[in-house]
């Protein structure tokens, strides 16, 4: 394998191709991971080059695409033109329960259409309009969010007015939730801007809103799962894993969530949390709030979910660490079958990976447990803390691209010749065309689940379909041809 030093000189070769001013603001977010250091060396969370392709989200994106727009049972406005709402629309494959239309409402998208004379004259009174209809239309749906578009805060629209008057009018939870995509550098502030919203508009009138189950008691194993969005199932197998060690899952906030699951979070005894870019904020907050921990858990292959099962089972008594370990040995047989299947099949195979959130580090030791080794990684929106978790992960000359830009990305590819690139949609027609294997680890390319047991068997079949499809015969990377 590389060294340090070689790698370090790649990063320097894909830099030499910009111009000075930029190659000095690029140079400090690609880096190589060195063995012992307590983080990644990359700078975080700044504003992309002008000019340069990034695959960030913004603002809205995240608000409305990642944190609350999973809430099943809600309607959720996209407030402004209808481009950003149609882009929106049921993108990340949130699975969910219930009857769209009557009482869930997750694949239906809302948008209050914003015109040209909108623009003009402002659209409060579109907007009052609006949830008035949506009010007659959905009797069963059990509040509404007002996520912002551009153009509302470029002309003022004062949501937050609007939907103070619409609360009071429906009797039901009207979240302004002002996430106009301009603002900040990413997607990740608009996940800081929807935590904000629950912290300001939710949690204060909880007791107000809940609906507390009929024979509801709070227990002592009352735990959440925060920032899991159950992207092609996920957070079923998760919760199942939970519940099977003696926890109770309380809520989950917000894949297959409601609104009542939301506001029933303060009562639980701990905080888990899978995503932690996403969701962090009000974590910390219930914590300083109500006293109630979190820890951060790792459901992706065996080796991670066992360690994560007993590190959750360590914040209870004996009884729950007990069935914890009964639960770890009753999986290893199935866990034994599934490598034993496939990892002679994807032993020494190198990925690339380049996503958001958690998966950048979280999914390296899911690839280490099939024998694959992940070669270059980074974020798309990621901060310092999520370097530094990193590192806990990544292996010696790990190259390490924050906000990589489709040419380095490319070139990255190209000179360290991985034999998989898992990344989003926008990155995955090009690695096909180089011939490629690509997975598209957004939204798990259109299968999953792929967290807990269950889930690392869907994973290592598809990873397996990705890199060993015969159709790869058929055509050369660009290495090859050159060769």
Not at 92 to 104: A, L
Not at 169 to 192: A, I, M, W, Y
Request: some cysteine; charged content about 30%; proline content about 5%.
């Amino acid at each position: 394998m590389a060294t340090v030093e070689e790698r370090k000189a790649l990063v320097e070769e894909v830099l030499d191709a910009y111009p000075e001013k930029a190659r000095k603001k690029r140079a400090k977010h690609l880096n190589v991971y060195e063995e012992g250091k307590s983080d990644c060396g990359v700078k975080s969370n700044r504003k992309s080059i002008p000019g340069v392709m990034t695959t960030r989200g913004c603002a809205y994106a995240g608000a409305k695409g990642v944190v609350w727009g999973p809430v099943k049972d809600m309607i959720h406005i996209s407030h402004g033109p209808v481009g950003c709402g149609y882009y929106s629309w049921s993108g990340r494959r949130n699975y969910y329960i219930g009857t769209t239309g009557v009482d869930t409402f997750g694949t239906m998208q809302f948008t209050s259409d914003f015109q040209e004379r909108d623009i003009v004259f402002g659209g409060d009174k579109k907007l009052a309009k609006l949830i008035d209809e949506l009010e007659i239309l959905f009797p069963l749906s059990q509040g509404t969010t007002i996520e912002s578009e551009c153009p509302i805060g470029l002309i003022g629209d004062d949501i937050e007015a609007v939907a103070k008057k619409k609360a009071k009018e429906t009797e039901k939870p009207v979240v302004p939730v002002r996430c106009e995509g301009f603002r900040g550098v990413s997607q990740s502030l608009g996940h800081h801007i929807a935590n904000d919203t629950v912290r300001d508009y939710v949690f204060p009138k909880a007791d107000e809103y809940r609906k507390t189950p009929e024979g509801f008691e709070p227990g002592p194993y009352d735990v959440n799962i925060i920032g899991d969005y159950n992207i092609g199932g996920d957070a079923w197998p998760s919760r199942m894993l939970l519940e099977e060690m003696g926890l109770r899952v309380i809520a989950q906030f917000s894949g297959d969530g409601t609104f009542n699951e939301v506001v029933m979070t303060p009562l639980a005894k701990l905080n888990l949390i899978h995503c932690y870019r996403s969701m962090n904020y009000i974590c910390r907050h219930m914590e300083e709030k109500y006293g109630i921990g979190w820890l951060e858990y790792n459901f992706f292959g065996p080796s991670q979910i066992a360690k994560s099962l007993r590190k959750i089972a360590a914040k209870f008594d004996e009884t729950i660490q007990e069935k914890a370990e009964q639960v770890i040995a009753k999986y290893q047989k199935q866990m034994d079958e599934v490598i034993d299947k496939y990892r002679s099949r994807l032993e020494g195979k190198t990925v690339m990976m380049m996503v958001g959130g958690l998966r950048p580090r979280h999914i390296i030791p899911a690839f280490e447990d099939l024998g694959m080794k992940v070669i270059g990684t980074g974020y798309e929106f990621g901060h310092g803390d999520d370097y530094k978790r990193t590192a806990d992960y990544a292996d010696n000359a790990t190259v390490i691209y924050d906000d990589v830009t489709g040419y380095e990305f490319e070139e990255f590819a190209k000179k360290m010749q991985p034999d998989l690139v898992a990344s989003g949609i926008k990155e995955k027609y090009v690695f096909q065309k180089m011939a490629v294997p690509f997975r598209q680890m957004h939204s798990w390319d259109y299968s999953g689940p792929y967290h807990g047991y269950d889930g690392f068997a869907v994973f290592a079949r598809d990873m397996d379909l990705a890199i060993n499809n015969p159709s790869w015969d058929l055509i050369e990377t660009p290495w090859k041809k050159a060769a």
